[in-house]
T-cell receptor, first 115, second 115 residues
């Protein structure tokens, strides 16, 4: 069975702090994709990043970075020097053959950045 | 490029009434999805279209929900009759390539309240 776990229901930090959102996944497939989406209060889910199972290189995009570790089945997301505009719910998702390639979503982590 | 358009933005109906939602995907996107998102949860796939054909509707409550994408472009999702538990945000998404690994682009969603 496939599963995505985001154990942190809610995180609250003060602006400019760094914050890491955890994502742990389960799949028996060797080929799969992992995603992060952001859902601000407006409600629209915004695609942030996709990583395939054969590419374990970490990725950095501005203040955002992602750490993919197959050994621990984790795909964690770090925001450096957080800003109030980063406040949103963040979802991690998995796509693999076992789920007929449909996205398996985590429950989301609500991130609150206080000014 | 214009994003995924959805309407209405909000809808309040009484139980046992019917309601319809409309979605226009990004131009040229062949794959269209309808998701249901209950507050505090990740999105749940209701139906996936590839052009005007259904790829996956295994989680669509077919006794009350229906969806169509007649010309392979825009789509409507209908609920008839609505139940209290249908209160949720209904999200439409599209992608340029079918299935596996292709990022989804979401609309703002329709927030449905059933009283």
């Amino acid at each position: 069975a496939q599963k995505v776990t985001q154990a942190q229901t809610e995180i609250s930090v003060v602006e400019k702090e760094d914050v890491t959102l955890d994502c742990v996944y389960e799949t028996r497939d060797t080929t799969y994709y992992l995603f992060w989406y952001k859902q601000p209060p407006s409600g629209e889910l915004v695609f942030l990043i996709r990583r395939n199972s054969f590419d374990e290189q970490n990725e950095i995009s501005g203040r955002y970075s992602w750490n993919f570790q197959k050994s621990t089945s984790s795909f964690n997301f770090t925001i450096t020097a957080s800003q109030v505009v980063d406040s949103a719910v963040y979802f991690c998702a998995l796509s693999a053959r076992d789920s007929n390639y449909q996205l398996i979503w985590g429950a989301g982590t609500k991130l609150i950045i206080k000014p | 490029e214009a994003g995924v358009a959805q309407s209405p933005r909000y809808k309040i109906i009484e139980k046992r009434q019917s309601v319809a939602f409309w979605c226009n995907p990004i131009s040229g996107h062949a794959t269209l999805y309808w998701y249901q998102q209950i507050l505090g949860q990740g999105p749940k796939l209701l139906i996936q279209f590839q052009n005007n054909g259904v790829v996956d509707d295994s989680q669509l409550p077919k006794d009350r929900f229906s969806a169509e994408r007649l010309k392979g472009v825009d789509s409507t999702l209908k609920i008839q009759p609505a139940k209290l538990e249908d209160s949720a945000v209904y999200l439409c998404a599209s992608s340029g390539l079918p299935g596996f690994g292709s990022p989804l682009h979401f609309g703002n969603g329709t927030r449905l309240t059933v009283t």
